[in-house]
């Protein structure tokens, strides 16, 4: 299977991090392929910023996403700049509060109040980035759970609110009785899969 | 997926980087051991997969000015070749970057310096000094848009031609190139190896999409890549030793300046001494030499992995980052019954002429896949028998190749309009 992927924010919110750390559970905790590109201006901190991750059980051969199977954005520039990107039918991650949903959008949306939670459990808004990955590992399957915690406790040894961020994004998820998402393609010949289940 | 390797030896460098046919679903034969070793499976962008490359190789000695994109390695560099005991310097500039290597070359060290189109253009000179006074260098290009500042943090590949012709005077140049991280880190070893056994330049060239992409690398076991370690002279303490005889193989044996024996480098035209001369016979021996050295190794050097083409009645050739877009084409068109195959160029220079002939001879068409305005088409073109039955598939704007921009050209080639 193979999935595409795009995240969206503005410089300063850890999009890019994000995206590295999702294609690197891939990677390095499942054995798998990824392979993760970014595009930002050149501000340190508003700017527009994307990242691009696929993941794949095979080899991945073009690196570009043109078309993604789910877009997850934090914010409503990003929104604004990259809804054209879904995939008739992807799927929609918003935070609700930064990046309310665009109603006309072919695809299916899911808001999230991802930095009102994040801000209500730690006082402040940072590791929404984290908690975002973790509704999406939960939404979707696209890693396991598990291994996403695995690489956080990786990259941040001892780091327990990093570690509390993600699995704030799972319960998230788990509280708004969403069912999980399949999206991926298969990668050798194209086809959707057949399984969705929402 | 068909897809195979081709490689030819080439004295002892090329046994050093033979790779063997890859496998089924064209990954790498590193992609093997991937499950064996998690600590040495990282994901990382293309400018560490070349950065560890280099390491790998024996890299002892960096000097650089950090230039987007290449920036990365120089950073790299700055950290682990200290922590091994080796050298890192930031110089004032790109002419300062190459002059330290080529004299820290001489000094026996494996060196390196990494930069992107405006910092090359800066090279040229010490570049043909290089050249001229044989000495082992690898040179990093992550190309970015051009000409002159262009376009820091978007991809192209403007800089083929330059790499071959930006330094005046007759002479030859070794570059390499690759797609993935796995490949960049093998052709990055490759580049050392082939400097060390040519006593010349080499370049490594990608684009900034690669060099910012991150992807798997699994780093071989120390031993399982080949290294080539720098020819160096039996002659004694107190012995006549001559630099710049050249053995009957093409070789010249090395001597570590500074070390026991004493003896002269020039850009000028020299002698076996190494002292500037002007006869005749020493110039176009020496003409000569530097050339042949390189051009007359063009089909050992020359290195391409192939994709479906066996049957393939349409061709494409492509390098770099966007012969991943070209072979997503080609696999997509396989499974919808069309005859489309995959040449991907790792030797850009010498230009690998026969290969390119032999795999277009049975295609009706070619079309070249790269991001400039044709600077490889045309060498593509005068290579072939039909020269009328190459077309050219390119983007100049920034943005990255796409599948679509390249199946818009094969339908005009194919005469079922845009």
């Not at chain 1, 995206?19 to 993760?36: H, N, S, Y």
């Not at chain 2, 330290?100 to 800066?122: N, Y």
Request: proline share 4%; net charge negative.
């Amino acid at each position: 299977m193979i999935w595409k992927l795009v995240i969206g924010g503005v410089g300063g919110q850890g999009i890019i991090t994000a995206g590295i750390i999702l294609a690197e559970t891939a990677v390095i905790q499942e054995g798998r392929f990824a392979v993760q590109s970014q595009t930002y201006g050149a501000e340190m901190r508003g700017g527009l910023t994307r990242t691009d991750v696929i993941i794949s059980d095979d080899e991945i051969i073009y690196p570009k996403v043109d078309q993604a199977h789910m877009l997850a954005c934090l914010h409503r520039k990003a929104l604004s700049a990259y809804h054209g990107m879904i995939r008739p039918g992807g799927l929609l991650v918003t935070d609700r509060d930064e990046a309310p949903a665009l109603k006309r959008l072919d695809c299916r949306q899911y808001e999230f109040p991802f930095s009102a939670a994040v801000r209500e459990r730690t006082g402040g808004v940072r590791n929404v980035n984290l908690c975002i990955l973790g509704a999406i590992a939960h939404l979707t399957g696209v890693v396991q759970m598990e291994h996403l915690e695995d690489a956080i406790r990786e990259r941040y040894p001892g780091n327990d609110l990093a570690l509390a961020a993600v699995k704030l994004g799972q319960e998230l998820v788990v509280d708004s009785g969403f069912r999980a998402v399949h999206l991926g393609e298969d990668g050798r010949t194209g086809r959707h899969a057949t399984s969705a289940r929402v | 997926m068909s897809s195979t390797t081709r490689s030819s030896r080439a004295n002892g460098a090329a046994a050093a980087t033979d790779r063997t046919s890859t496998g089924s679903n064209g990954s790498r034969a590193a992609g093997t051991t991937a499950a064996t070793a998690k600590s040495r499976t990282l994901f990382v962008p293309g400018n560490e997969a070349c950065a560890e490359g280099a390491l790998y190789a024996g890299l002892g000695f960096f000097a650089g000015y950090p230039i987007t994109p290449s920036s990365e390695i120089a950073e790299i560099m700055s950290r682990r070749l200290p922590e091994r005991g080796d050298r890192f310097i930031q110089m004032e500039d790109e002419i300062a970057s190459l002059c330290a290597i080529v004299g820290a070359s001489l000094t026996g060290s494996k060196v390196m310096t990494a930069t992107s189109g405006p910092g090359f253009s800066l090279m040229q000179e010490a570049l043909g000094y290089g050249i001229m006074a044989e000495i082992p260098l690898v040179i990093v290009d992550v190309m970015r848009g051009g000409p002159s500042t262009g376009m820091p943090t978007q991809g192209s590949q403007g800089d083929i031609n330059q790499i071959r012709w930006g330094t005046h005077g007759d002479h030859s140049i070794i570059a390499l190139t690759a797609s993935t991280n796995q490949a960049l880190f093998e052709t990055t070893v490759r580049a050392f190896n082939l400097a060390e056994t040519y006593r010349t330049p080499v370049v490594v060239l990608y684009d900034e999409l690669l060099g910012h992409l991150r992807e798997k690398l699994t780093i071989p076991e120390p031993g399982e890549l080949p290294l080539v370690e720098r020819l160096r002279t039996g002659v004694p303490e107190g012995v006549d030793y001559h630099p710049y005889l050249i053995r009957e193989d093409g070789r010249l044996p090395m001597s570590d300046f500074g070390g026991v024996h004493r003896y002269n480098v020039t850009g000028l035209y020299h002698d076996m001494w190494g002292f500037p001369s002007t006869d005749p016979r020493t110039v176009d021996e020496l003409a000569h030499h530097i050339y042949d050295k390189i051009e007359l190794r063009a089909d050992e050097l020359a290195q391409a992995r192939e994709f479906y083409m066996e049957d393939a009645e349409i061709v494409f050739i492509s390098y770099g980052s966007p012969a991943r877009t070209a072979r997503q084409v080609v696999h997509q068109a396989r499974i919808n019954g069309q005859r489309l195959g995959l040449l991907e160029l790792e030797t850009i220079w010498p230009f690998p002429a026969r290969m390119v002939r032999d795999a277009c001879r049975n295609a009706r068409s070619t079309i070249v896949v790269e991001m400039n305005m044709g600077q490889m088409y045309y060498h593509i073109r005068n290579a072939v028998e039909n020269p009328r039955s190459v077309f050219l598939s390119n983007r100049v704007d920034g943005r990255f190749i796409t599948p679509k921009d390249i199946r818009r050209v094969l339908r005009i080639v194919e005469g079922q309009g845009e």
